[in-house]
């Protein structure tokens, strides 16, 4: 971003919090931005107090879906907010996007950003990372044009779904169970409270959509996480040396300070073993270790090529991760739950309990399976059927069933 970009993007975030919340407000802030410079602990919230007090979640609003055109192309409102490098959920919705466009239908991002940025200033990152993406970058604060369905995409974002008086049938593309990402008080009670919207669930998985039918009522329908086969692969001549964890201190649910106490153990047993680990920036684990930090996914492949496991840590929905580990041959160890079983449900998944010496035990126990080859042959083969198209079909299906209804 030029340093004029930035300067505009800058003064726009002050003056939208100086119209929306005034001058005591940015002074707060500027205190919490001198705290965090020495270390205290600080957050932006991440929905708009305002959203949430115009949600009145007991009322329902009556369901206006305009008519469909006679060829059936249909236009799809998604809102969202703005990806971050590397966000798996965010690769997911737009794969879907994808899918609906190739079809002919038209799909509009709207972005929902809390620390005041526009649209604009997020498009040209948008556009960069998901370059097939053809509809506009909107900011939905400014208000929704009328659409056939309007998708929220995480929790945050189901609030101006509920607020805003655009026509279209609400749907939410449920990617975890996001009241699980906080402690049990104000925010988890809020991110629960958009399952009771009414709005029709599209879920990672069908682990979700049985949670929600089940504890809320909520209608769902589930698609099975696909895997893009054509970037994760077998390289049959790579010689493999270590095992890999995706290591991730920003997203608490994948339990990084069990993982890395795993591989501490494990390293202690298997001092010849590279301990590879990839997802941010995490500092030297060991003599044996390689920091990858954020990689591209060419990469990332590459690196599941060179390893034997995977440790792939969910301690709610699983992740994509055990299906392109699999892919290339390396098989994931992952957290033995019911969560995780019902959504991979693939034989060549090692679990073990969430204890270090457990994970550990496991890592151990492929690393030294006799002839590897072979069983990173047949794990790949497993998931080599897996396509997302399957799950675009299936959004397809959804949308006309529940709009022509």
Not at 109 to 127: I, K
Not at 196 to 217: N, S
Request: net charge neutral.
């Amino acid at each position: 971003m030029s340093i004029a970009r930035s300067f505009q993007r800058r003064a726009h975030q002050v003056s939208q919090i100086v119209r929306e919340q005034g001058v005591r407000t940015l002074g707060a802030r500027a205190l919490q931005n001198a705290a965090r410079r020495f270390g205290a602990d600080s957050e932006v919230f991440p929905v708009r107090l305002a959203d949430v007090r115009a949600a009145d979640v007991s009322v329902r609003k009556p369901v206006v879906v305009p008519p469909i055109p006679a060829d059936g192309k249909l236009t799809v409102n998604w809102i969202s907010t703005p990806p971050a490098p590397g966000s798996g959920g965010h690769t997911t919705m737009f794969r879907l996007i994808r899918h609906l466009e190739s079809l002919g239908h038209t799909c509009r991002l709207y972005l929902y950003d809390v620390y005041g940025s526009r649209a604009v200033d997020h498009e040209p990152t948008v556009r960069a990372a998901y370059p097939d993406f053809r509809g506009p970058v909107l900011d939905v604060t400014e208000g929704m044009a009328d659409a056939h369905a309007v998708f929220a995409s995480a929790w945050m974002t189901c609030y101006p779904a509920f607020n805003d008086p655009a026509k279209g049938k609400r749907f939410y593309l449920v990617q975890d169970y996001e009241p699980w990402f906080f402690p049990v008080g104000g925010l988890s009670a809020l991110a629960e409270n958009t399952y009771k919207m009414g709005f029709h669930g599209f879920t990672a998985g069908r682990f979700l959509t049985e949670k929600l039918r089940e504890e809320t009522g909520m209608a769902a329908d589930w698609f099975d996480f696909g895997c893009d086969v054509d970037r994760y692969r077998l390289h049959e001549r790579t010689r493999r040396d270590g095992v890999v964890f995706y290591a991730r201190r920003l997203a608490p649910r994948r339990a990084i300070e069990i993982g890395l106490l795993a591989l501490e153990i494990f390293a202690e047993r298997h001092p010849d073993v590279t301990i590879h680990t990839y997802g941010e920036k995490i500092g030297s684990i060991g003599p044996r270790h390689v920091d990858h930090g954020l990689v591209t996914p060419d990469r990332l492949n590459e690196i599941y090529n060179r390893s034997y496991a995977g440790l792939s840590l969910s301690m709610t929905n699983v992740s994509l991760v055990p299906h392109e580990m699999l892919a290339a041959g390396c098989v994931p160890v992952v957290n033995d739950a019911h969560h995780n079983r019902v959504v991979l449900d693939n034989e060549h998944v090692v679990y073990a309990p969430a204890t270090p010496h457990d994970l550990a035990r496991a890592l151990s126990k492929v690393v030294t399976t006799p002839d590897f080859d072979a069983l990173a042959r047949t794990a790949s083969a497993s998931v080599a059927g897996r396509s997302w198209d399957a799950a675009g079909h299936e959004l397809e299906k959804v949308l006309r069933r529940e709009l022509l209804a």
